[in-house]
T-cell receptor, first 115, second 113 residues
Framework: AQSVTQLDSHVSVSEGTPVLLRCNYSSSYSPSLFWYVQHPNKGLQLLLKYTSAATLVKGINGFEAEFKKSETSFHLTKPSAHMSDAAEYFCVVADLTGGGNKLTFGTGTQLKVEL | DGGITQSPKYLFRKEGQNVTLSCEQNLNHDAMYWYRQDPGQGLRLIYYSQIVNDFQKGDIAEGYSVSREKKESFPLTVTSAQKNPTAFYLC????????????FGEGSRLTVL
């Protein structure tokens, strides 16, 4: 069984300050982990993914995430927030065995960016 | 441009009526998926299909039905048996290989009056 827990349902930052969105995972095997972003009334877009290569993963729009096995965490960070980063972010764990894409989504973190 | 098109974007339905949501993709992807999104609950898988003429139930299939007669199309019918159908529905597709990368449409918002 696999699951993810997003520790904050809402995060608010000022433009130009760092962003930290927290995610912990549970998996009985080596996990594949992802962050997806959803802008209002839109579909989801892949931000970045970890699939057992480098533990620090870089994604689009300046975001990155670090896989920490000892802490079972996969937190998303960005050094400097921009107004366009305001969106909902989903941490996802995937079972990629058996030829399928079985994704388990977290409950989401709404990021608000203020001037 | 390649992508996934969902229609309609907004839909209102009276209780007791069936409604069908359309999903079309021109990405030449083998697999397609339907998710339901409710506030504060993330996305939950309704049905998925990895190949034409075959599909499997996801975690919350009760009250829903699908078909996959063409590679490009994966319509979802919300039946009157679905107890709480008001939600945002997202269609996605992916390549056959298991990469975890799904491509999403912009969603259909269904409201039952």
């Amino acid at each position: 069984a696999q699951s993810v827990t997003q520790l904050d349902s809402h995060v608010s930052v000022s433009e130009g300050t760092p962003v930290l969105l927290r995610c912990n995972y549970s998996s009985s095997y080596s996990p594949s982990l992802f962050w997806y972003v959803q802008h209002p009334n839109k579909g989801l877009q892949l931000l970045l993914k970890y699939t057992s290569a480098a533990t620090l993963v870089k994604g689009i729009n300046g975001f990155e995430a670090e896989f920490k096995k000892s802490e079972t965490s996969f937190h998303l960070t960005k050094p400097s927030a921009h107004m366009s980063d305001a969106a909902e972010y989903f941490c996802v764990v995937a079972d990629l065995t058996g030829g399928g894409n079985k994704l388990t989504f977290g409950t989401g973190t709404q990021l608000k960016v203020e001037l | 441009d390649g992508g996934i098109t969902q229609s309609p974007k907004y839909l209102f339905r009276k209780e007791g009526q069936n409604v069908t949501l359309s999903c079309e993709q021109n990405l030449n992807h083998d697999a397609m998926y339907w998710y339901r999104q409710d506030p504060g609950q993330g996305l939950r898988l309704i049905y998925y299909s990895q190949i034409v003429n075959d599909f499997q139930k996801g975690d919350i299939a009760e009250g829903y039905s699908v078909s996959r007669e063409k590679k490009e199309s994966f319509p979802l019918t919300v039946t009157s048996a679905q107890k709480n159908p008001t939600a945002f529905y997202l269609c996605a597709s992916s390549r056959r290989e298991s990469t975890g990368e799904l491509f999403f449409g912009e969603g259909s918002r269904l409201t039952v009056l």
